[in-house]
Structures are given as structure tokens and as C-alpha cells.
């Protein structure tokens, strides 16, 4: 079954500082792709998804994440971080019937 | 569209005690899950839906149970409630299990068993 692994629970840089989490995903099979981010008492909502293609993908509020095969890693970025860019992200892989694996999850601060 | 709606936004259980959750989308989607996030663990699926009267167990159903009567409608049943099943309560939906269409997020309903 597929895993996916992010590390580093919680994540701090300093507002405009590039922002980087880490995602690596199990499977030997490509499968598809998703970062998700969560704010405080809120649920889930898309920051982008990888499915074939270009793997450079741009998602939205500046982030952009890159597929690397041979690291069956997605690491999710963005060159300047804004304040409200706090909040837990997660990365998913979408198994075989649309079922989504998550990751721990990352909590992003971001100093001022 | 109301989108992906939960009810209730809270709710507190005693040991034994059983409840069901309520989970709408208007937005006449096939596929629907639920998800519970613990801390450290990410969001786990309990059930999911192909479409109504289609239902299957997810990484983690036990206690739980579900139905789908309507494409609207996905509730999930907590039959007799236990301290484990403490979490926070996700129902999700998507346009079809057929391919990777984006799931949409209800707002979460946060359990508490005593």
C-alpha cells in the first residue's frame, strides 16, 4: 500500500524567507499527487495536484511544487513567505478508486 | 452551491453512547469519504462511496458504519462510542472515482468521547 512521508512536523521561517516542505511518496508506480492546506479550524482545501505532464506544478497563493521520480519526492515551495501562509499542509497520493493517502502533516509559522 | 456541509460543527459522547454524523454536498458528486485526523497521523479514510447505494471500507472503519441512500447524502454511524474514536470528523467529495478529480472538504465535525 502506498505511504507517504513528510518531513519535519513543524516547519518556522522568517516572513519573505523561501518556504520548503518535504514530501516522498512509497509507491513504485507513480501515482497522483496533492499538497492540501489546513487552516485553524477549517477544513481542507487544494494548494495543487500532480497527475501527468509537466512536473513543475504552480498551484494557488504562489506555491508551486515539483515531481522528481527518481526521489518519488514532491516538494512543495513558495520564494517568499507571507504571514498568512501559517498553517498545516499536507501532502496526499491518490491511490487506485480516487482514495487519498495523507501525510503527517507540516506546520508551517512564519516569523515576522 | 453550499458546497460540502457537515453537522454538528461539535459534539460530546459518553462512552457506550452511539450517534450518526451528517454529511450533504449540492454539488452531485459520485464519489463520497469520510476522513478522521489525529494529531501526528494526517487524515485517515474510515468509508467511502462510488455512488449511492455503493459503499466500502476505508483504512480504518472499525466502529463505524455507513450508507448511501442518496447521491446528496453520506452519513457515518458511530454504533457505540469509545475514547479512540476521539478525532476530528472530515466527509469529503469528488466528481467521480474514476479519475483524479479534486475531493472537496466539508468543514470537520470535532468529536469528544468521554
Known amino acids: 500500500a502506498q505511504s507517504v512521508t513528510q518531513l519535519g512536523s513543524h516547519v518556522s521561517v522568517s516572513e519573505g524567507a523561501l518556504v520548503l516542505l518535504r514530501c516522498n511518496y512509497s509507491?513504485?508506480?507513480?501515482?497522483?499527487l496533492f499538497w492540501y492546506v489546513q487552516y485553524p479550524n477549517q477544513g481542507l482545501q487544494l494548494l495543487l495536484k500532480?497527475?501527468?505532464?509537466?512536473?513543475l506544478v504552480k498551484g494557488i497563493n504562489g506555491f508551486e511544487a515539483e515531481f522528481k521520480k527518481s526521489e518519488t519526492s514532491f516538494h512543495l515551495t513558495k520564494p517568499s513567505a507571507h504571514m498568512s501562509d501559517a498553517a498545516e499542509y499536507f501532502c496526499?497520493?491518490?491511490?487506485?478508486?480516487?482514495?487519498?493517502?495523507f501525510g503527517a502533516g507540516t506546520i508551517l509559522r512564519v516569523k515576522s | 452551491n453550499a458546497g460540502v456541509t457537515q453537522t454538528p460543527k461539535f459534539q460530546v459522547l459518553k462512552t457506550g453512547q452511539s450517534m450518526t454524523l451528517q454529511c450533504a454536498q449540492d454539488m452531485n458528486h459520485e464519489y463520497m469519504s469520510w476522513y478522521r485526523q489525529d494529531p501526528g497521523m494526517g487524515l485517515r479514510l474510515i468509508h467511502y462511496s462510488v455512488g449511492a447505494g455503493i459503499t466500502d471500507q476505508g483504512e480504518v472503519p472499525n466502529g463505524y458504519n455507513v450508507s448511501r441512500s442518496t447521491t446528496e447524502d453520506f452519513p457515518l454511524r458511530l454504533l457505540s462510542a469509545a475514547p479512540s474514536q476521539t478525532s476530528v470528523y472530515f466527509c469529503a467529495s469528488s466528481y467521480s472515482s474514476h479519475s483524479p478529480y479534486e475531493q472537496y472538504f466539508g468543514p470537520g465535525t470535532r468529536l469528544t468521547v468521554t
Open positions: 500532480y497527475t501527468t505532464g509537466a512536473t
Open positions: 496526499a497520493a491518490m491511490e487506485y478508486g480516487n482514495k487519498l493517502v
Open positions: 509507491s513504485s508506480v507513480p501515482p497522483y
